[in-house]
């Protein structure tokens, strides 16, 4: 298990160093790009925001008691917007999109693999990685700090409801209130993380299906393992970032 672990973490390295090769080389493939662009916003955004908008109905229902033992209610805003911006806004909509994308992804190469689609495209002389993967890749990593942001707003948006109905908050103070308690430190390590959890989503997703095995099986056991392998990965990332960002900020 270790040497197949090990020779995993190469092979996907290898994979993702392949890509920072021909990133920058001719031909480019602006409208595929687009479309990708398009498939993994247009493919998540919904899911993304009706999300974001019952975490934020949750977390301030479910904290809405224990402050107001400690008479700090007024504290709520501030507390919500730190807590889903910081960390639970960027990891839940990774994980979603972990699942939805990476593993339509890898499904998608799989499937091309498994019915030789790939191999014609080699003889008929396009570069197969440029147009599958490449712009896979980008996509992913553009796309995903557009959701994440999305579905920070719907969260607040869920969380100034639950305010509204039992303390009669308006939306105007509310937000007032959140963007008085954010802080340059809160918005743009968050950000940046989300570029690094795009960039996973899509490697992974785009590795397990281009190597898929042959038959119908391989592209299951390729669209399950891009979810768990990318999950994990997202996790180890997100520790990286708040060590750093601690390092820098404390």
């Known amino acids: 298990m270790v040497t197949s672990f090990l020779l995993e973490i190469g092979e996907i390295s290898y994979f993702a160093g392949r890509f920072f090769k021909d990133f920058l080389k001719p031909p480019y493939e602006f409208k595929e790009l687009l479309h990708q662009c398009y498939n993994v916003g247009n493919r998540s ?77 080699e003889v008929s002389g396009t570069n197969p990685f440029k147009f599958l993967v490449i712009t896979r890749i980008v996509a992913t990593t553009l796309m995903l700090p557009l959701l994440v942001i999305f579905g920070d707003f719907m969260a607040l948006i869920g969380s100034s409801l639950v305010q509204n109905l039992k303390d009669n908050t308006t939306f105007l103070l509310y937000f007032n209130l959140v963007f008085n308690s954010l802080k340059f430190s809160d918005i743009v390590p968050a950000t940046i993380k989300t570029f690094f959890f795009g960039f996973a989503i899509g490697l992974i997703g785009c590795y397990k299906g281009y190597y898929c095995k042959r038959g119908t099986a391989g592209v299951g056991k390729a669209a399950n393992a891009a979810v768990v392998y990318t999950s994990v990965l997202i996790f180890i990332i997100d520790f990286i970032a708040v060590f750093v960002t601690n390092i820098f900020y404390d």
Do not use: N
């Not at 008691?65 to 911006?85: C, D, E, K």
């Not at 990774?94 to 019915?115: H, N, P, W, Y």
């Open 45 to 121: 955004l919904f899911l993304v925001g009706i999300t974001g908008f019952i975490i934020g109905l949750v977390f301030t229902l479910q904290s809405r008691p224990t402050l107001m033992q400690f008479g700090a209610v007024s504290w709520m805003p501030s507390m919500v917007s730190i807590s889903i911006i910081r960390e639970i806004g960027p990891i839940i909509a990774a994980l979603i999109c972990a699942g939805k994308i990476g593993s339509g992804i890898g499904a998608e190469i799989g499937s091309m693999r498994v019915t030789e689609q790939i191999d014609a495209m």
